[in-house]
């Protein structure tokens, strides 16, 4: 039986994802290699064959009749390589599925459901890694993202979660003296933001007729948990994610404020790549996600 040399099998792996994405800078993303890499095995490989693979656009990429067929006939083989390779692997270790989440997300909405996806999934391992509070990239090295957007990224499987609005809180304790000032609220107490949101609280005061002083009081701190713990410890006035501190609200940690809650625009979004779709453990995480995390 005859091979390919590892090169050529490289290159047409390169190839193949540059293909499907139409961007070097994409294929360089989910390959950890840079984008003049890619360009790289992708022209070695053209030489190779003595053939162009790709019209190469002042900003885009698009495939020639000789790129289109070397596409159609390799990835379906490269699909069958790796697909044997995972099956081989797995059965002699444990699944690890590697996930990225907004920090607060996970604490008050993921950690809390985790038993039930163990005791439906006990031979995937999770490996998390909580980030940037408002992610809007999947990271290379992450099977399964949420992030928080406003236009889903292309090239991923993106499906929705729940939208992001905001809505006052404030501690029992604050909450009758608060309601008494009413729009007069902030000249007493601190409105408590995420420092990524400070023009939000602006905003959600100016639609509810709110008046914010000159010499406001304004606590910013750098991520939700903060401001959440802030509110219930009765510092002011905090906006904070309606569907994720449902947990702070049902304990009575929390209270609402008067006030309508802002739409940011923002959802939380489920993201993976699409060549992960056909891998067992991030379907069952997909589909355990929509069903346990996504908002009714």
């Excluded at 006939?73 to 270790?93: F, G, K, M, T, W």
């Excluded at 404030?170 to 608060?178: D, E, I, K, L, T």
């Excluded at 601190?190 to 639609?207: N, P």
């Amino acid at each position: 039986m005859r091979l390919a040399h590892p090169t050529l099998l490289r290159q047409i792996r390169v190839f193949c994802v540059a293909a499907r994405t139409l961007s070097f800078k994409a294929a360089a993303a989910q390959m950890y290699l840079t984008p003049s890499a890619v360009s790289h095995q992708v022209r070695e490989l053209e030489e190779h064959l003595g053939v162009k693979l790709f019209e190469r656009r002042t900003r885009a990429l698009e495939l020639t009749a000789e790129g289109r067929q070397l596409l159609e006939e390799c990835e379906p083989l490269l699909v069958s390589v790796e697909d044997a390779v995972i099956r081989l692997s797995r059965r002699r270790q444990r699944r690890v599925l590697r996930l990225v989440l907004p920090p607060f997300f996970a604490s008050e909405l993921f950690i809390p459901n985790l038993a039930g996806f163990y005791a439906a999934q006990p031979e995937i391992d999770i490996q998390m890694t909580t980030t940037d509070p408002r992610p809007t990239e999947h990271p290379p090295d992450a099977d399964v993202s949420v992030l928080l957007v406003d236009v889903p990224p292309p090239h991923l499987v993106v499906e929705e979660l729940f939208p992001l609005r905001l809505v006052p809180a404030c501690a029992p304790s604050v909450a009758a003296r608060a309601g008494a000032l009413a729009a007069r609220v902030f000249d007493e107490y601190s409105l408590i933001v995420q420092r990524t949101r400070r023009e939000e609280g602006e905003r959600w005061a100016a639609a509810n007729g709110i008046v914010l002083p000159a010499r406001r009081k304004l606590i910013e701190l750098d991520n939700m948990y903060a401001v959440v713990r802030a509110a219930e410890q009765g510092l002011g006035i905090a906006l904070v994610p309606q569907i994720a501190a449902r947990a702070w609200f049902t304990s009575g940690s929390l209270q609402r404020f008067a006030g309508q809650e802002l739409e940011t625009g923002e959802r939380y979004c489920l993201a993976h790549r699409v060549e992960d779709a056909r891998r067992p453990d991030v379907a069952a995480f997909h589909d355990w996600a929509i069903t346990t995390l996504r908002a009714p």
